[in-house]
């Protein structure tokens, strides 16, 4: 609970001052000895009508894959201070800027629920790289104890997104890989 509590608020803090899609500036290059590298990725989520799960927070949880020293941070699925950045359907687009290695999205979790199976959705950054991660949609049952994951190849939309909202980069600069549910 003390985690989901220090997550809204920073997602509360985060949300009135972040870019509309993510945590980079407009203006972002790397430099010539960057050792980190962006993923971007979007996200939907749908849950049943009369799902009561709890309201506020949705989110991924990821982290480095061989646990040193990062700190889980998410990705958010939904949550009532964020404008969706979608019109077709409720969702969010993220990008991230990372240290080169390897990562996994390993948990979900709504309202006070977290997901039961540990997911296991890995991606590589590499330094001075931009890599495309996929559409990930979760759907919540009603139970709130089940939920579906799955990842779609929107590349076309997400990547002319991408570089509409950077100034620094072109359509050719971006690699793909899509994560795998």
């Known amino acids: 609970m003390l985690r989901l509590t220090v997550l809204f608020l920073l997602l509360f803090v985060t949300a009135c001052g972040t870019s509309r899609f993510g945590s980079l500036s407009r203006s972002y290059e790397f430099s010539p000895d960057t050792k980190k590298g962006i993923v971007f990725l979007s996200t939907t989520l749908k849950k049943d009508d009369d799902t009561s799960c709890g309201t506020g927070l949705t989110a991924l949880w990821y982290s480095r894959a061989d646990g040193r020293s990062f700190m889980r941070t998410t990705i958010l699925l939904d949550n009532f201070l964020v404008k969706s950045h979608f019109e077709d359907s409720r969702g969010y687009f993220t990008n991230l800027e990372l240290s080169e290695g390897e990562y996994v999205i390993d948990e ?74």
């Open 108 to 181: 979900l979790t709504y309202g006070s629920y977290a997901s039961m199976v540990p997911l296991n959705m890995r991606f590589r950054v590499s330094a001075g790289k931009v890599d495309y991660l996929g559409q990930i949609n979760v759907t919540i049952e009603r139970d709130c104890l089940s939920y579906d994951i799955s990842v779609k190849d929107l590349r076309d939309r997400d990547a002319a997104l991408f570089v509409r909202e950077m100034d620094n980069f072109e359509l050719d600069s971006i690699d793909y890989q899509i994560l795998e549910p």
